[in-house]
C-alpha cells in the first residue's frame, strides 16, 4: 500500500470504527514476556507514519516541522489521517486516533511510527488496537510522556519492545538525533550514561546523578511516565514488573503527588517486582502552597531505598530537550554506582 494508500485507509478505518467503544482485552492467563517481540528493523529511506494518539498539535506548523525533523533523519514520512484533528484536549475522537494506528500497523510500507506528541489521551485507544495486526508486522513506535500508555499496552497485550524518546514535534538536538540513529537506524548496543562537562568550574554540577542504593542488576526495562504508569495499575495494558529494571519521569506534578503514585505502585506489589530503579526527570515538579513538602529525595528514600535493589536517579529520561532514547523491553545492566546503565541485547529482528 502506497502513502496515498494509507491515508485513505487510515480515513476509511474510521469510519468503520465509528461505534461503541468495544470492550477491554481481556488480561491473557500470561502475559507476553517483556521484550520478548522485536519490531523488524527501520532503516534510512524507509517510511514512518506520523501520529497523534494523545493531544492536538496547536496549529499546521508544529506538524510541519515534526515531518521535517523526520525528514532530516532520513525517513520518508506519512502523515496520518487524523494526526492534525482536534476535539478538545485531544487529538480527534477514539475512533480516529485508534485507526490511524491499526492503519499504520496494517501497512506493509509503514516501516515504524513515530507520536507527534504526548499530552492525553493514548489510554484511551488501548481497547481498540488490533493487537494481533502489531504481531503479525512488529514495527518501532517512538513516544514519551502520555505515550508511556501505548508503550505500556503493545508491551503488555504483546511483548513489543518499544522506544521511549523523543517525539515528532519536540526538539531534535544533536545530541537526540544521535540518539535516533544510533538505537534505531545503526541498531547499536549503546550505553546509557549522563554527558558530563565541567566547564569552567572545579566540579562537575550539569547532569549529575545521585546513587540511592549502590549495586549492578539485570533485567529488560520496563516504565516511562510514573502518572500513566500508576493508572494504568490493575488493567491488562501494564507489562509485567518481574526482575525488570523500572524507570520512571513526570513533569509538573507536586510533590505529594509523586508520593501518591509510588504509594500506588507499592501498595500494587509492584516495586518489591523489580531488580533496580533509574528514576529519570522530575520537570518542574515543585510544591504548591500549604503547609511544607517533602522533597523528592526523601520520596525516593522512603519508597525506593527500602527496596534495597541497585537504584540511581538523575538520568537524561523525560521532558528534557536532550534526552536518552530507551527501549522497553530491551535487556539492559544497570551500574547504579556510576549512574549508567548499557543494553545487552539487539532490540530489533535479524
Same mark, same amino acid.
Given at each position: 500500500?502506497? $502513502? ?19 470492550? /477491554? ?5 500470561? $502475559?507476553?514476556?517483556l521484550g520478548s517481540l522485536l519490531p523488524h528493523p527501520l532503516r534510512a529511506g524507509d517510511t514512518v507514519a506520523l501520529l497523534s494518539p ?9 506538524? +510541519? ?15 496520518? /489521517? ?25 501497512? =506493509? ?41 501505548l508503550l505500556c499496552g503493545l508491551a503488555a497485550q504483546t511483548g513489543l519492545v518499544g522506544f521511549h524518546g523523543p517525539v515528532a514535534a ?11 540513529? +544510533? ?10 550514561a549522563n554527558p558530563q562537562e565541567r566547564g569552567d568550574d572545579l566540579v562537575v554540577r550539569q547532569n549529575r546523578t545521585v546513587t540511592i ?6 533485567? *529488560? ?33 507536586? =510533590? ?30 515543585? *510544591? ?32 528534557? $530537550? ?8 530491551? +535487556? ?16 530489533? +529482528?535479524?
Amino acid at each position: 500500500m502506497n $502513502r496515498r494508500g494509507f491515508l485513505a485507509a487510515a480515513a476509511a478505518a474510521a469510519m468503520l470504527s465509528a461505534m461503541p467503544t468495544p470492550p /477491554a482485552h481481556p488480561a491473557p492467563a500470561r $502475559r507476553p514476556r517483556l521484550g520478548s517481540l522485536l519490531p523488524h528493523p527501520l532503516r534510512a529511506g524507509d517510511t514512518v507514519a506520523l501520529l497523534s494518539p494523545s493531544s492536538p498539535v496547536e496549529d499546521s506548523l508544529a506538524l +510541519q516541522l515534526a515531518r521535517e525533523a523526520l525528514e532530516a533523519l532520513g525517513l520518508r514520512v506519512a502523515l496520518g /489521517a487524523h494526526a492534525g484533528a482536534r476535539r478538545g484536549y485531544l487529538a480527534g475522537d477514539d475512533a480516529a486516533r485508534a485507526a490511524d494506528l491499526n492503519a499504520a500497523f496494517a501497512d =506493509p510500507a509503514i516501516r515504524g511510527i513515530v507520536c507527534v506528541r504526548g499530552g492525553y489521551g493514548a489510554m484511551r485507544l488501548l481497547p481498540r488496537l488490533d493487537y494481533a495486526a502489531v504481531r503479525r508486522d512488529p514495527k518501532p513506535v517512538l513516544g514519551y510522556s502520555d505515550i508511556t500508555a501505548l508503550l505500556c499496552g503493545l508491551a503488555a497485550q504483546t511483548g513489543l519492545v518499544g522506544f521511549h524518546g523523543p517525539v515528532a514535534a519536540g526538539s531534535w538536538p544533536a545530541f537526540n538525533a544521535a540518539q535516533f540513529r +544510533q538505537l534505531l537506524l545503526e541498531r547499536a548496543l549503546p550505553e546509557y550514561a549522563n554527558p558530563q562537562e565541567r566547564g569552567d568550574d572545579l566540579v562537575v554540577r550539569q547532569n549529575r546523578t545521585v546513587t540511592i542504593t549502590g549495586g549492578r542488576a539485570r533485567g *529488560p526495562l520496563v516504565g516511562g511516565n510514573l502518572a500513566v504508569l500508576a493508572a494504568l495499575v490493575g488493567t491488562p495494558y501494564l507489562p509485567e514488573f518481574d526482575g525488570a529494571i523500572l524507570f520512571l519521569e513526570d513533569v509538573g506534578e507536586a =510533590p505529594y503527588r509523586i508520593d501518591r503514585m509510588f504509594a500506588t505502585l507499592r501498595l500494587a506489589g509492584l516495586l518489591d517486582r523489580v531488580a533496580g530503579v533509574v528514576f529519570g526527570q522530575c520537570t518542574d515538579c515543585k *510544591p504548591g502552597d500549604g503547609y511544607g513538602s517533602l522533597t523528592l529525595e526523601q520520596i525516593l528514600d522512603d519508597y525506593v531505598r527500602p527496596l534495597g535493589i541497585p537504584a540511581y536517579r538523575g538520568a537524561q529520561i523525560g521532558h528534557l $530537550r536532550e534526552q536518552f532514547i530507551v527501549p522497553v523491553g530491551g +535487556q539492559v545492566e544497570l551500574d547504579a554506582d556510576a549512574g549508567r546503565f548499557r543494553l545487552l541485547d539487539p532490540v530489533f +529482528q535479524g
